[in-house]
């Protein structure tokens, strides 16, 4: 079974800190890794993708990838309450299936 | 472009009827996807079509079917609707040798 643990918060940060979302997974094979936000009776929306160690930067959001430690993180910065939502990390090997973790709650207070 | 439509968007069922769920997408994607997510289940891929006339299952595959129709279309069929498939519908779609998915906005499935 591949295993992707994320903590189901809620997260609360005050708006224009840095909100910090992490995920690790089991599969050491695992070579795609995504971040998708959800609001509340909507469909997942794909923000963030790697498939390198290190970071990867778009505009306010920052994926950060460690094979080694099989953790994967999403920091936004300046967050704003429009960022409060659920964000969801995936994650894939060489095939087409992606393991989703349960997500993490996110509150970004005024 | 519309990206991944998915209809219908609300079904109430009775136990036993049968339904289609119909996904199309005009991205020329080769890969789509069927999941389905509960309250603290997280998403689960039910089947999946790596390319035009091929499907495979996923993690919970019993009590569903699937049709490749063409290149844009992935039908999901209830044969036998039970109570344990309440749940929310997605269908995504992925390009040629990528793997980022994107998602359509669901159907809502209730049965009774």
């Known amino acids: 079974q591949k295993e992707v643990e994320q903590n189901s918060g809620p997260l609360s940060v005050p708006e224009g800190a840095i909100a910090s979302l992490n995920c690790t997974y089991s599969d050491r094979g695992s070579q795609s890794f995504f971040w998708y936000r959800q609001y509340s009776g909507k469909s997942p929306e794909l923000i963030m993708f790697?498939?390198?160690?290190g970071d990867k930067e778009d505009g306010r959001f920052t994926a950060q990838l460690n094979k080694a430690s099989q953790y994967v993180s999403l920091l936004i910065r300046d967050s704003q309450p429009s960022d409060s939502a659920t964000y969801l990390c995936a994650v894939g090997d060489s095939g087409y299936a992606l393991n989703f973790g349960k997500g993490t709650s996110l509150l970004v207070t005024p | 472009n519309a990206g991944v439509t998915q209809t219908p968007k609300f079904q109430v069922l009775k136990t036993g009827q049968s339904m289609t769920l119909q996904c199309a997408q005009d991205m020329n994607h080769n890969s789509m996807y069927w999941y389905r997510q509960d309250p603290g289940m997280g998403l689960r891929l039910i089947y999946y079509?790596?390319?035009?006339?091929?499907?495979d299952k996923g993690e919970v595959p019993n009590g569903y079917n699937v049709s490749r129709l063409n290149k844009r279309e992935f039908s999901l069929r209830l044969e036998s609707a039970a109570p344990s498939q309440t749940s929310v519908y997605f269908c995504?779609?992925?390009?040629?040798?990528?793997?980022?998915?994107?998602f359509g906005p669901g159907t809502r499935l209730t049965v009774t």
């Open positions: 079509s790596a390319s035009e006339g091929t499907t």
């Open positions: 790697i498939y390198s160690n």
């Open positions: 995504a779609s992925s390009g040629w040798r990528t793997y980022e998915q994107y």
